[in-house]
C-alpha cells in the first residue's frame, strides 16, 4: 500500500479541463486532466510505461466538476515511490 497520494500531493497539477460540451452537459462540470510535476515524473514514467498510449506525466482524469484526480492513490510509476523503494 502506498503512502503516496496524488489528490494531496504539492507535485500535482491539473492542467487543463474540457470545454463543457455535449458529452458533459449535465454532468456538475468538465473533468480536469491531472498531471505530476516532480521533476523526475517523465523519466519515471519512461522508464516504467515505456508502452504506454498516454502522456508521459499524465495521472488521471478528474471527476466532473472536481479538481483532483480521481485515482484514490498514485500511480506505479510516481517518483516519490520509486525513490522510496530504491
Ligand atoms: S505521481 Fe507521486 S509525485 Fe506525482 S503527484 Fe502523484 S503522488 Fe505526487
Given at each position: 500500500m502506498s503512502n503516496f497520494i496524488c489528490r494531496y500531493c504539492q507535485h500535482m497539477k491539473m492542467?487543463?479541463?474540457a470545454n463543457p460540451n455535449g458529452n458533459n452537459y449535465g454532468l456538475k462540470g468538465p473533468r480536469g486532466e491531472c498531471f505530476c510535476?516532480?521533476?523526475k515524473a517523465i523519466?519515471?514514467?519512461?522508464?516504467?510505461c515505456p508502452k504506454s498510449?498516454?502522456?508521459a506525466?499524465?495521472?488521471?482524469?478528474t471527476p466532473p466538476g472536481d479538481d483532483y484526480p480521481a485515482l484514490k492513490t498514485s500511480p506505479?510509476?510516481?517518483?516519490?515511490?520509486?525513490e522510496v523503494a530504491k
Open positions: 492542467t487543463g479541463r510535476e516532480h521533476p523519466e519515471s514514467f519512461r522508464r516504467v498510449p498516454r502522456m506525466g499524465f495521472i488521471d482524469f506505479q510509476w510516481c517518483p516519490l515511490k520509486r
